[in-house]
């Protein structure tokens, strides 16, 4: 993997997980925490879109996926921490 393709997947890892946190009204991780709920998030939301035979392309397409797999994540978590 290009070293161009690494700074990209985590830029649209940290940007995933910053609006996931936006859009589920939460406090955020800080900058590490994002990145890692985006990019765990990207592969989750990856493999959901898999499942259902939705493809997406591109910068777009890859942070539209990631966003949806951190807010999957983000759902997750909290209902096993309420629980």
Excluded: E, P
């Excluded at 649209?12 to 946190?21: D, E």
């Excluded at 406090?27 to 989750?44: C, I, K, R, S, W």
């Amino acid at each position: 993997m290009a070293t161009q393709s690494i700074i990209l997947f985590l830029c649209i890892g940290i940007l995933a997980g910053w609006l996931a946190g936006k859009i589920m009204k939460g406090g955020g991780f800080g900058v590490l925490g994002d990145l890692v709920v985006g990019v765990v998030g990207a592969f989750l939301g990856g493999w959901v879109f898999g499942l259902l035979g939705i493809a997406t392309y591109g910068v777009v397409g890859s942070l539209v996926t990631a966003v949806v797999g951190a807010l999957l994540l983000l759902y997750l978590i909290r209902l096993v921490k309420s629980a």
